[in-house]
């Protein structure tokens, strides 16, 4: 199975500040890397597919880059609605691995 | 617009099976595969297996290989996860999710809880 990671595990920020957070697969996904991000009791919201290109009703302050081994996820300005639990997932080969999650709070 | 209405929560005891359902409407229901997803009180996320609406092929996590059945309606654009053999750990929500490697796994079920309790 491929292995993914993110660092770092929990990440304090503060309103408008800039967040990146860093996910990278034991092996080479190409571009099949997606972001997610989940609020306390709620499902899963889709923020990026293909690493870099926006699901449709995400603010473009989000952005994601990379490609093979390693990604990264930008806020560029941090609000309130930010604060969370961000996921990357590969879905090159099954099984469709997720990373363990970064939490931004304050 | 899309929606994926999940079956609602579920308590069973160690050993029994469940099965939850996933509805969908507002898209070409055999146009995209159907993944399931769960996650552990205070844990991360965990992908279970996928299946193609059309023709029914399935795919799964090796960890429930053994244990899970996931099926399509297309009658009634609704998936369906078994899992059998329900141990405490498998105490989860369970999410169902539309994907396709263009868009990956763009709309998500608001989640069905099993507790598995004696």
């Known amino acids: 199975d491929i292995q993914m990671t993110q660092s770092p595990s929990s990440l304090p920020a503060s309103i408008g500040g800039r967040v990146t957070i860093t996910c990278r697969a034991s092996?080479?996904?190409?571009?099949?890397l997606a972001w997610f991000q989940q609020k306390p009791g709620k499902a899963p919201k889709s923020l990026i597919h293909g690493a870099s290109s926006l699901q449709s009703g995400v603010p473009s302050r989000f952005s994601g880059t990379g490609s093979g081994t390693d990604f990264t996820l930008t806020i560029s300005s941090l609000q309130p609605d930010d604060f969370a639990t961000y996921y990357c997932?590969?879905?090159?080969?099954?099984?469709?691995?997720f990373g363990p999650g970064t939490k931004v709070d304050l | 617009q899309v929606h994926l209405v999940q079956s609602g929560a579920e308590v069973k005891e160690p050993g029994a099976s469940v099965k939850v359902s996933c509805k969908a409407s507002g898209y070409s229901f055999t146009h995209y595969y159907m993944m399931w997803v769960r996650q552990a009180p205070g844990q991360g996320l965990e992908w279970m297996g996928i299946i193609n609406p059309t023709g029914g092929s399935t795919h799964f996590a090796q960890k429930f290989q053994d244990r899970v059945t996931i099926s399509a309606d297309t009658s009634t654009s609704t998936v369906y996860m078994e899992l059998r053999s329900l141990k405490s750990d498998d105490t989860a929500v369970y999410y169902c999710?539309?994907?396709?490697?263009?868009?990956?796994?763009?709309?998500w079920g608001q989640g069905t809880l099993v507790t598995v309790s004696s």
């Open positions: 092996q080479d996904i190409a571009h099949l």
């Open positions: 997932q590969q879905y090159v080969i099954y099984p469709f691995t």
């Open positions: 999710t539309k994907f396709d490697f263009a868009s990956g796994g763009d709309f």
